[in-house]
């Protein structure tokens, strides 16, 4: 009889990768590896630069099944639905159940619509494919008629906002095409998040751009047409993009563990479950219970040693890992048109060179886990 433990990652994020690229180190704990993904990684990284025709759109992508395969891993190219902690198995969308010893969740983030009526006809910044046809739709219209004028409406003035607003500008401009961007933000500033110079900057950037910016504004439905704000006025727009704000997948609250106050599985600093520890999580879809964090990708790529490790000792029978998140965090902004806006605690600073490091910083992520 095998003694062989199951480990089923569920979801291909960056930390999953990361443990797939190493699955040979689970292997040599006594551990069988399955990978639950139904497509592709799509990198958050180089999305908004791939929706500004900075980046081929294939350059924002992994093979997920190259991966696996080169690796050793077992994939099940399904959905996870569900989970039963008593029996130790995950479900997948074709009613499969595959039993597990450790599993592991690392399935990203969703659009947080909910306080917009009507969000369903909108695009939004995640999942990636999707967003990313809205570039599809846009250089088909500007190819059809270059005179005409698109007219785009960006819902929410964060980074990903700010970043969305720029590259919807940049496309046009690469594919000489006529392009109306206006955000609408909340806040009363855009980027609120960041030091207020930088907020001065990006909004100088917009306005040299003919970036419209309507802040201390919130959209309260969208429709057919465009949207309507909360005063009752309505945008008119052929596109809405909505970037107001990430949360975990909805499907994993019922999953019967603890979860944060916006959704996601509650670990601890060892990446588990309080509440079970054969469970882990990492990435956008967990809830770091110590202290919140910001859903961005800084984070699931950071976690990615100490999830392999926290799953190879748990494998081998020894003592948890903790992971200590960082206090300050690198922000860069691609803004399209050569620049970049970067962020790094209280210190910003735009321009070119953030841009290039931005771009070697994604190459670099891309090219260490593709297969050749």
């Known amino acids: 009889m095998s003694t062989r433990q199951t480990v089923v990652l569920v979801g291909a994020g960056h930390a999953h990768v990361h443990v797939v690229f190493h699955a040979r180190q689970l292997a040599e704990a006594g551990g069988r590896v399955v990978l639950v993904s139904p497509g592709d990684l799509w990198y958050s990284g180089m999305a908004t630069g791939a929706l500004g025709g900075q980046y081929a759109l294939d350059l924002d992508r992994l093979d997920v099944p190259a991966i696996a395969r080169k690796h050793g891993v077992e994939l099940v190219a399904e959905r996870a639905v569900g989970l039963d902690l008593e029996r130790r198995v995950v479900r997948v969308a074709s009613g499969a159940e595959l039993a597990y010893d450790l599993v592991s969740f690392n399935v990203g983030s969703e659009i947080d619509a909910s306080t917009v009526e009507g969000g369903e006809r909108a695009v939004g910044v995640k999942p990636i494919p999707d967003f990313l046809e809205l570039r599809g739709r846009l250089e088909a219209r500007f190819a059809k008629d270059p005179a005409a004028t698109v007219r785009a409406v960006v819902v929410g003035g964060g980074a990903a906002g700010c970043e969305v607003a720029a590259n919807l500008d940049a496309l046009a401009r690469r594919?000489?095409?006529?392009?109306?961007?206006?955000?609408?933000g909340r806040a009363e500033r855009l980027l609120a998040e960041a030091p207020e110079g930088a907020s001065r900057e990006i909004a100088r950037v917009f306005a040299d751009r003919g970036i419209a910016a309507l802040t201390g504004?919130?959209?309260?439905r969208v429709e057919a047409g465009g949207v309507v704000t909360s005063a009752g006025r309505t945008l008119p727009a052929d596109e809405v993009v909505l970037a107001t704000g990430l949360r975990a997948p909805r499907w994993l609250d019922g999953l019967g563990l603890p979860v944060g106050p916006?959704?996601?599985?509650?670990?601890?600093?060892t990446l588990r479950s309080p509440a079970d520890p054969r469970v882990f999580a990492a990435g956008d879809c967990a809830h770091f219970a110590p202290r919140p964090l910001p859903k961005i990708g800084v984070f699931g790529v950071r976690q990615s040693p100490r999830l392999l490790d926290g799953l190879r000792r748990a494998l081998a029978g020894g003592p948890p890992v903790r992971w200590e998140p960082q206090r300050v965090w690198l922000w860069i902004l691609n803004l399209g048109c050569g620049e970049a806006l970067l962020l790094w605690g209280p210190v910003w600073w735009r321009g070119r060179l953030a841009l290039r490091l931005k771009d070697h910083l994604d190459r670099s992520f891309m090219d260490r886990h593709r297969v050749r």
Not at 175 to 184: C, D, Q
């Open 175 to 184: 594919r000489a095409g006529r392009i109306e961007v206006t955000l609408v």
């Open 262 to 269: 916006r959704g996601g599985i509650a670990i601890d600093e």
């Open 217 to 220: 504004t919130e959209v309260s």
